[in-house]
């Protein structure tokens, strides 16, 4: 009996370890890596441990580090990230068959590490469709990639596994095939002001594979114990799916992370639906903005408008102002589409209102300012001083304090 209680008592330590583990986690990563907010390293610290419970999940996002110039940190977070993940698979210009290969191989999921992507969805790749749809399907659980093969005079199908952990790091764009199913962190280069330390694989190599077998050990004991979280407001769908293992694993950590976890996913998200709206999505928007109080408009006077919106492409639209028949095509695929209008005594071609209300309230926030209230950079540390944010994760701060501290 009492080998019984000190084996529970030990699984009940080990489970409670878990913040301490992703503590260090944390550190490790912000010492050779410059994020650009804190949401940011947050995010990548919870995406590491959850490459440890790959049999839990249904879904696995992906980590995509991304930026408009070299010399950003990107290459340097796949770096880090291969000395605390399970199998880490560093790739560049990796083979179909290779990754079906290493996806399969019986000692493990590995963890892809592919730098360089923007070479397998940037505008110069050619003949990269397999391993784009490796990508693209691999973050469902059960994703099969489906081959045919020649053996002999004989051509065999078969059916190879695509479900494992990717990151991945490069310049300018993905597809939103990629982007949707990815917890993105746009990287920039330091400013003089930001230090970080020099990283040397084999002097660092030893302290981060401590980190990752004490990571895995947590994650053996903390599985049977996982729980699929509530997601906070405004995160549903595939939003949803991307953040459901990264809670799951910081409510399992517990302490402050439940609470920071939280709030980068409702910063992130919100930021990757404000960042690079298509140009319907701006174009509803501006419209919103033009109309305020009118209940019609004339499609010449909503031409004008929209042209004089500081910053917005409707001035320069294909190299001239936009016309009423390009206004119409962008409108079409809502649903919109002009229809004479009285005016006074008189009447007029142009849009209304009450049919751009049914877009708005489908496509665009409820408000042009946020689509949360909750959307404000938490900053600070995690070891030892108190993070301020928004007033849920203040006060989970607050009451670890004193542990946090010891």
Excluded at 103 to 125: C, N, R, S, Y
Excluded at 139 to 159: D, N, Q
Excluded at 335 to 357: F, I, P, W
Excluded at 380 to 385: K, T
Aim: charge should be neutral; aromatic fraction near 6%; proline fraction near 6%.
């Amino acid at each position: 009996m009492n080998a019984v209680i000190a084996e529970i008592q030990d699984r009940v330590d080990a489970i409670s370890d878990g913040e301490a583990v992703l503590n260090g986690v944390h550190d490790f990563l912000g010492r050779f890596v410059a994020y650009p907010t804190f949401n940011c390293h947050i995010a990548h610290t919870l995406w590491i441990a959850h490459t440890h419970l790959m049999a839990v999940w249904d879904s696995t996002p992906r980590i995509a580090f991304l930026s408009p110039e070299p010399g950003s940190g990107k290459s340097r977070a796949l770096e880090v990230s291969a000395l605390l993940v399970p199998h880490p698979i560093e790739a560049i210009n990796a083979t179909p068959a290779y990754l079906f290969r290493k996806v399969a191989d019986p000692e493990g999921l590995p963890t892809v590490l592919f730098d360089e992507i923007d070479t397998v969805f940037g505008p110069k790749a050619k003949d990269n469709e397999v391993i784009r749809g490796v990508l693209n399907a691999g973050h469902r659980r059960g994703a099969m990639a489906g081959r045919c093969v020649l053996r002999g005079k004989t051509v065999e199908t078969e059916e190879l596994p695509a479900y494992c952990a990717v990151a991945v790091a490069g310049l300018g764009h993905l597809p939103d095939t990629i982007l949707t199913r990815s917890v993105v962190i746009r990287m920039r280069r330091r400013a003089p002001t930001e230090k970080i330390e020099q990283f040397r694989r084999r002097i660092e190599a030893p302290a981060g594979h401590q980190l990752r077998d004490r990571l895995a050990e947590w994650a053996a004991v903390a599985q049977p114990c996982i729980a699929f979280p509530q997601m906070p407001p405004g995160i549903e769908d595939r939003a949803a799916d991307v953040w459901e293992a990264l809670l799951a694993i910081a409510d399992a950590a517990g302490g402050v992370w439940p609470g920071i976890a939280r709030n980068a996913a409702v910063a992130l998200v919100t930021q990757a639906k404000e960042s690079s709206p298509s140009l319907g999505l701006r174009l509803l928007a501006d419209l919103r903005t033009v109309f305020v109080q009118k209940e019609s408009m004339a499609t010449s006077e909503i031409i004008a408008e929209l042209a004089a919106i500081e910053e917005a492409p409707w001035g320069d639209y294909k190299g001239k102002p936009i016309n009423d028949r390009q206004l119409a095509n962008l409108l079409r695929q809502y649903g919109v589409s002009s229809k004479v209008n009285r005016r006074g005594t008189g009447t007029l071609r142009g849009y209304a209102r009450q049919d751009l209300y049914d877009p708005w309230m489908r496509y665009l926030p409820q408000s042009p300012e946020s689509v949360t209230n909750v959307t404000g950079e938490t900053r600070g540390r995690i070891n030892g001083l108190a993070v301020t944010g928004v007033t849920d994760v203040t006060h989970l701060v607050e009451a670890n304090a004193e542990r946090l501290q010891a």
